[in-house]
């Protein structure tokens, strides 16, 4: 079945550092690829997404790359920001079906 | 848009007890879907509704949960009885493909926060 396996956290920063977090997708046929984020004691959010191969989808900064050879959609931003300080989930979304399959998340800490 | 409503907010039960979570989606999604998030880990799909009928419970432990949206509108989980590996969120989602600004108008709720003691 689909899998989304992710780096493991947390991941401590400071701020105005890069910041990446690893993606990779296990799916039959071709899923679109989403980063979520959840922020501390909020909901689900939709941060970015990329529906075919070699899309890029980006937003607040942060960007990912859909590449279809790797399997990979790695999470990226050039300078974090202690408010971005939360939960970052990777998801796919298979085609043919509104399901999503979620990685465990990577919690990210940065300090000032 | 309103949002995805959902409650209580937090449920403290202890084990073999019956609880209920009440979710409303947002106004015109066909679709609603129940996933329960684990401490640790992402969220996984219980159930999934379009309108009124079930699309995918195949992850759904039917002996002890039950799911239903009557009128295609709201949707309402139970467990009964609860056990303790039953501690999680339990996420409320509703979609629409016509919606804008999400992936497939995919919207979450905040959530409710079971523990099972």
């Known amino acids: 079945g689909d899998s989304v396996t992710q780096m493991e956290g947390p991941v401590t920063l400071s701020e105005e550092a890069f910041l990446t977090i690893n993606c990779t997708y296990t799916?039959?046929?071709?899923?679109?690829l989403f980063w979520y984020v959840q922020y501390p004691g909020e909901g689900l959010q939709l941060l970015l997404k990329?529906?075919?191969?070699?899309d890029k989808g980006s937003n607040k900064g942060f960007e990912a790359t859909y590449r279809k050879e790797t399997t990979s959609f790695h999470l990226e931003k050039g300078s974090v920001q202690v408010s971005d300080s939360a939960v970052y989930f990777c998801a796919l979304m298979n085609s043919g079906y509104s399901t999503l399959t979620f990685g465990k998340g990577t919690m990210l800490l940065v300090s000032p | 848009e309103a949002g995805v409503a959902q409650s209580p907010r937090y449920k403290i039960i202890e084990k073999r007890q019956s609880v209920a979570f009440w979710c409303n989606p947002i106004s015109g999604h066909a679709t609603l879907y129940w996933y329960q998030q684990i401490l640790g880990q992402g969220p996984k799909l219980l159930i999934q509704f379009q309108n009124n009928g079930v699309v995918d419970d195949s992850q759904l432990p039917k002996d002890r949960f039950s799911a239903e949206r009557l009128k295609g509108v709201d949707s309402t989980l139970k467990i009964q009885p609860a056990k303790l590996e039953d501690s999680a969120v339990y996420l409320c989602?509703?979609?629409?493909?016509?919606?804008?600004?999400?992936?497939?108008?995919?919207?979450f709720g905040s959530g409710t926060r079971l523990t099972v003691v």
């Open positions: 989602a509703s979609s629409s493909p016509r919606s804008s600004g999400t992936a497939y108008g995919y919207t």
């Open positions: 990329a529906t075919k191969a070699d």
């Open positions: 799916a039959t046929g071709y899923p679109s």
